[in-house]
């Protein structure tokens, strides 16, 4: 198995740009999951999916972001418009519902200017 | 508060120390823990994961829960070079298979 796939694995842009972070999870898992990670913050749930069903985005910190799962096998994370203050580690992970335990993909580290 | 605090860190010690990292938890629903392990630049992985209360063993990691105290554990034997990383503790209550908390990690260092 490939594991959790992520694209790109490291972004640079500026701000006020879009910028869109893709996830591949594993198969089978029906648990998709977006984290942020920062040196002040720590890990942190964005959001995260159930059968392609947004069950809870109280994590997704303004409108700016938003994330979708239009099938099985693929997740985006959108922010627009992007702000320096985005810059961090964004994780995806997946998971299958019997036993919960989380698979995170490398991550995709970004930058904004 | 948040609900899971970890020891901060960091942790340096020498190459064959037992190494003790610990949480605290807050949520009584939370019945399910993991202990996961992440390289620098990488993703976390998954070290260990228990249900409930009492120890779990694999190799040189030891799990501990304490659901009296709200307590979690990971103990590292015969610690390695390879063991240095960030060791980030987590729980989720067993009605939501989806969401866990996460502490926010300590780092280890082990020094040959």
């Known amino acids: 198995d490939a594991g959790v796939i992520q694209s790109p694995r490291h972004e640079v842009t500026e701000m006020g740009q879009e910028v869109t972070l893709r996830c591949k999870p594993i198969?089978?898992?029906?648990?998709l999951f977006w984290y942020r990670q920062t040196m002040m913050r720590g890990l942190e749930l964005l959001i995260y999916?159930?059968?392609?069903?947004?069950?809870?985005d109280s994590g997704m910190p303004e409108d700016r972001f938003s994330a979708k799962m239009p099938n099985a096998s693929f997740s985006t994370l959108k922010i627009q418009p992007s702000e320096p203050r985005d810059s961090a580690v964004y994780f995806c992970?997946?998971?299958?519902?019997?036993?919960?335990?989380?698979?995170f993909g490398p991550g995709t580290r970004l930058t904004v200017l | 508060q948040k609900e899971v605090e970890q020891d901060p860190g960091p942790l340096s010690v020498p190459e064959g120390a037992i190494v003790s990292l610990n949480c605290t938890y807050s949520?009584?629903?939370?019945?399910?823990f993991m202990w996961y392990r992440q390289y620098s630049r990488k993703g976390p992985e998954l070290l260990m994961y228990?249900?409930?209360?009492g120890n779990k063993e694999d190799g040189r990691f030891t799990a501990q829960v304490d659901k009296s105290s709200k307590y979690i554990s990971l103990f590292i034997r015969d610690s390695q070079p390879s063991d240095s990383a960030t060791y980030l503790c987590?729980?989720?209550?067993?009605?939501?298979?989806?969401?866990?908390?996460f502490g926010d990690g300590t780092t280890l260092t082990v020094k040959p």
């Open positions: 228990t249900y409930s209360s």
């Open positions: 198969s089978g898992h029906d648990y």
């Open positions: 987590a729980a989720r209550r067993g009605t939501n298979a989806g969401k866990s908390t």
């Open positions: 999916f159930n059968n392609n069903v947004p069950i809870d």
């Open positions: 949520n009584s629903a939370f019945q399910y």
């Open positions: 992970a997946s998971s299958p519902t019997e036993t919960g335990q989380q698979f």
